[in-house]
């Protein structure tokens, strides 16, 4: 009598193994204790950010293998500050070194993608501009990725850039490489879009997600709506209409939960939201 419901859960969870941001585990910890918690708090992998220094990089590996936690993905950390569609040569040439430095992370890492934001429009950066510039230097990482086997993630995020599903899939198309693909995330595009509209757009495309939720609220000084990131299931997106969507295209893969840090109480807490979500629950 009991056996239907437990075999209809296990039917509609996602294949997706659940991941946690490095920068959301106690910076009070070792780097070692922090692996061992998010395993702990039962995450099946974790995304770290770009390491320069050899002897951090080593003891993130060490990390890894000894709490059997594996790293999925490099968050790259230099795309903001210097974005590769900036018309300054130099700038541009900082961003592709810590792009290459975060390919060679994940190549010692055992990790399979490295998330990029491509470009930033801006006042001095329009949006045809930050298209060709970007697409020119990324067209110049492929020949690393592939010699390293490991895809460059294009990130939807909130640098005015590729502000459609349409769009942003025949920007990956322009490169004809699987190398080249979408890093989605399901929050991030709540502004000017709903997330199961994207996933079914970018299909097969897609190959890591991140999940944070968003929320339209009212601010009680002004009374306007004012967009802000809450925690999961708390915020306005319809996680099983996003379910149904990852169903439909089949995706198999990671989704790295990108919230605030905590303690292990808070990340418990977010583990079982993410296994919530993944069930269509």
């Given at each position: 009598?009991?056996?239907?419901?437990?075999?209809?859960?296990?039917?509609?969870?996602?294949?997706?193994?659940?991941?946690?941001?490095?920068?959301?585990?106690?910076?009070t910890?070792?780097?070692s204790?922090?692996?061992?918690?998010?395993?702990?708090?039962?995450?099946?992998?974790?995304?770290?950010?770009?390491?320069?220094?050899?002897?951090?990089?080593?003891?993130?590996?060490?990390?890894?293998?000894?709490?059997?936690?594996?790293?999925?993905?490099?968050?790259?950390?230099?795309?903001?500050?210097?974005?590769?569609?900036?018309?300054?040569?130099?700038v541009?040439?900082?961003?592709?070194?810590?792009?290459?430095?975060?390919?060679?992370?994940?190549?010692?890492?055992?990790?399979?993608t490295?998330?990029?934001?491509?470009?930033?429009?801006?006042?001095?950066?329009?949006?045809?501009?930050?298209?060709e510039?970007?697409?020119?230097?990324?067209?110049?990482?492929?020949?690393?990725?592939?010699?390293?086997?490991?895809?460059?993630?294009?990130?939807?995020?909130?640098?005015?850039f590729?502000?459609?599903?349409?769009e942003?899939?025949?920007?990956?198309?322009?490169?004809?490489?699987?190398?080249?693909?979408?890093?989605?995330?399901v929050?991030?595009?709540?502004?000017?879009?709903?997330?199961?509209?994207?996933?079914?757009?970018?299909?097969?495309?897609?190959?890591?997600?991140?999940?944070?939720?968003w929320?339209?609220?009212?601010d009680?000084?002004?009374?306007?709506?004012?967009?802000?990131?809450?925690?999961?299931?708390?915020?306005?997106?319809?996680?099983k209409?996003?379910?149904?969507?990852?169903?439909?295209?089949?995706?198999?893969?990671?989704?790295?939960?990108?919230?605030?840090?905590?303690?292990?109480?808070?990340?418990?807490?977010?583990?079982?939201r993410?296994?919530?979500?993944?069930?269509g629950a």
């Amino acid at each position: 009598m009991t056996a239907a419901p437990f075999a209809a859960a296990a039917e509609s969870r996602l294949p997706i193994r659940k991941a946690v941001e490095f920068s959301m585990l106690p910076r009070t910890l070792g780097i070692s204790e922090r692996f061992q918690l998010a395993k702990d708090v039962g995450f099946e992998a974790i995304e770290c950010p770009t390491t320069p220094e050899a002897a951090q990089a080593e003891e993130m590996l060490a990390a890894s293998k000894k709490a059997g936690l594996p790293i999925h993905s490099v968050m790259n950390q230099e795309h903001w500050r210097s974005p590769l569609s900036s018309a300054d040569p130099a700038v541009v040439e900082k961003s592709m070194e810590g792009m290459r430095i975060s390919l060679r992370n994940a190549k010692m890492w055992g990790a399979d993608t490295v998330l990029l934001v491509p470009a930033v429009v801006n006042p001095e950066t329009g949006y045809a501009q930050a298209w060709e510039r970007s697409q020119k230097q990324v067209r110049q990482l492929i020949p690393l990725a592939q010699e390293l086997k490991v895809v460059i993630g294009i990130e939807d995020v909130g640098n005015k850039f590729l502000l459609s599903p349409t769009e942003f899939a025949r920007y990956l198309d322009d490169f004809q490489s699987p190398w080249v693909r979408a890093y989605f995330d399901v929050g991030n595009i709540m502004s000017y879009g709903y997330p199961q509209d994207w996933i079914r757009t970018l299909g097969k495309r897609i190959v890591k997600l991140h999940f944070k939720d968003w929320a339209n609220r009212a601010d009680p000084a002004t009374k306007r709506r004012v967009p802000e990131y809450v925690g999961l299931l708390d915020g306005d997106i319809d996680w099983k209409a996003v379910h149904a969507a990852l169903a439909e295209i089949g995706f198999r893969g990671d989704a790295t939960v990108e919230l605030n840090g905590g303690d292990a109480d808070y990340l418990k807490e977010v583990s079982r939201r993410v296994d919530r979500i993944l069930n269509g629950a």
